[in-house]
């Protein structure tokens, strides 16, 4: 039996939280509609950038860029994934 559990009285072992340990609550909604609009967003950047052929849309000063930033912005609605409870 480990340290954080205790018998019932017909001797099964019921698993208990340490002392002070709160469960995580779920995202707040605003958290899951940044996360999946980064996400896409990022892609839609990036199939308009493949589309727009040469005139280098969405930015097109930047050029080929243009894929590092789409790239970027899904990746941060990616990283934002490793925060998710439910």
């Known amino acids: 039996m480990t340290k954080n559990a205790k018998q019932n009285s017909d001797g099964r072992a019921d698993s208990v939280a340490p002392h002070g340990h709160q469960t995580p609550k779920p995202n ?10 980064l996400m896409i967003i990022g892609l839609l950047w990036i ?40």
């Not at 909604?29 to 609009?37: D, E, Y």
């Not at 052929?53 to 050029?63: N, R, V």
Request: glycine share 10%; hydrophobic share 60%; no cysteine.
């Open 28 to 37: 707040a909604l605003w958290f899951k509609i940044v996360m999946f609009g």
């Open 47 to 86: 199939i308009v950038f493949y589309i727009s052929f040469d005139k280098h849309w969405p930015i097109p000063s930047i050029g080929n860029w243009n894929i590092l930033v789409g790239f970027g912005i899904l990746m941060a609605g990616f990283l934002m994934t490793t925060r998710w409870r439910s």
